[in-house]
C-alpha cells in the first residue's frame, strides 16, 4: 500500500465484524477508491494469533483503512454502496496516523508505542503453516460454503483476504519482479496454527494441504500463482547448499511468473557463484544453452 507522507493526511482504520464470508459478488470490485485498503479475515480458532485483538473466533473481519483528512472521508459512500450490510458509520472509524495504524493491523493492543516495531520481534508466539493464492474470478457461493466446512475442520486456522486492483492493477506485471496485477480480484493466504512442538503438528499440515486442493478450481492457473512473502517450502526448495534452475522452476514461475527468466539473468550475472542463497533463492544459470532457454532478451529490473 501507497501512503503519503503528507502530514494533512490521516488514516482512518475501521473495525467490522460479520458472521458469514463475503459473498464474492460484493467483493470483485477492488478500485471503488484507491487510496483505501480493506481486508477480510477468517478465524475458527481457540489460540491467540494475530489479529486476534479485533478477530472474534468464527467470524469474518474486515479491517478498512483510508488515506484522507477528517472531512473527506468518501469511503463511508463507497462502503454504504458496496457494502450495506456492514452499515458502517463515521462512529466506526478511528483517526489515527499511518505508523500506528500499521500498529493496530499487526494486532497490537491500543496505546503501544511505534518504537516496538524497533525490536523486530513478531507477536505471533505460536507455530504456523502458511499458503497463498491469488483469485482472479468470483468464487460461487457453493464454493465458499465448502471452504467455510473446511475451516472447522482444524483447531486454529485463520485465512486473509487481500483485495488488488486500484493502482495494482495499473502497473505492468513485467515493470518489477511482483507480478500479480491486473486481473487479480483478491489474494488469499491460509494459515494453520498450534501452540505447542509436541503437537500433532502432521495433523495441522494434512489438514492446509487438503484445504489448498480443495482451493483448486476457484484461484490462478498455469502457473498457480504464491506470493513471495508467504514463502511456501511446499512448492520445492534448494537442497543443501546445491542450487538447480530446473527445480527452482517449482517456485519461481509462481512467484515470479514470466519474470522469473529475467531473474535468472540477473542473478548469474551479479552473483554467478551463489553466495547469497536460501531454501528457496534464485540460482545462476549453469550454462549458456540454460541461458537462452529463458529467453534472449537482455532487459534486466531498474
Known amino acids: 500500500m501507497m501512503v503519503s507522507t503528507n502530514p494533512k493526511y490521516k488514516s482512518f482504520v475501521a ?31 481457540q489460540f491467540s494469533v494475530p489479529y486476534s485483538s479485533f478477530c472474534a473466533p468464527n467470524n469474518a473481519t474486515f479491517n478498512a483503512l483510508l488515506q484522507s483528512t477528517a472531512q473527506n472521508l468518501r469511503l463511508l459512500k463507497v462502503m454504504g454502496e458496496s457494502f450495506p450490510e456492514l452499515s458502517l458509520t463515521r462512529k466506526d472509524c478511528i483517526e489515527t496516523s499511518w505508523i500506528k495504524s500499521v500498529l493496530y493491523i499487526a494486532g497490537y493492543p491500543s ?18 503453516k502458511a499458503k497463498s493464492d491469488f483469485v482472479k474470478n468470483p468464487i460461487p457461493e457453493t464454493g465458499l460454503e465448502g471452504l467455510w466446512k473446511r475451516l472447522f475442520e482444524d483447531e ?18 513485467t515493470e518489477i519482479p511482483f507480478p500479480h496485477r491486473r486481473g487479480v480480484l483478491f489474494k488469499i493466504q491460509y494459515l494453520t496454527t498450534w501452540q505447542k512442538v509436541e503437537e500433532n503438528q502432521d495433523k495441522h499440515l494434512q489438514w492446509i494441504k487438503k484445504l489448498y486442493n480443495y482451493m483448486t478450481p476457484y484461484v490462478s492457473q498455469l502457473p498457480r500463482e504464491a506470493y513471495v512473502n508467504y514463502r511456501d517450502l511446499d512448492l520445492g526448495i534448494n537442497k543443501n547448499s546445491n542450487t538447480s534452475y530446473i527445480e527452482s522452476i517449482g517456485w519461481g514461475t509462481r512467484y515470479f511468473k514470466e519474470n522469473f527468466g529475467r531473474l535468472l539473468r540477473v542473478k548469474t550475472k551479479v552473483d554467478p557463484d551463489n553466495f547469497f542463497r536460501h531454501e528457496q533463492s534464485i540460482p545462476p544459470i549453469p550454462t549458456s544453452e540454460a541461458l537462452r532457454s529463458f529467453g534472449s532478451s537482455k532487459r534486466g529490473f531498474d
Open 156 to 173: 486454529g486456522p485463520l485465512m486473509i483476504w487481500n483485495p488488488y486492483g486500484g493502482m495494482m492493477g495499473k502497473i505492468s506485471e
Open 111 to 128: 496505546g503501544t508505542p511505534p518504537e516496538v516495531l524497533l525490536q523486530g520481534k513478531s507477536t505471533f508466539k505460536n507455530y504456523f
Open 15 to 45: 473495525p467490522l465484524f460479520l458472521v458469514f464470508l463475503l459473498s464474492s459478488s460484493s467483493w470483485v470490485d477492488s478500485s471503488s477508491l484507491e487510496e483505501s485498503f480493506l481486508q477480510c479475515l477468517n478465524e475458527n480458532s
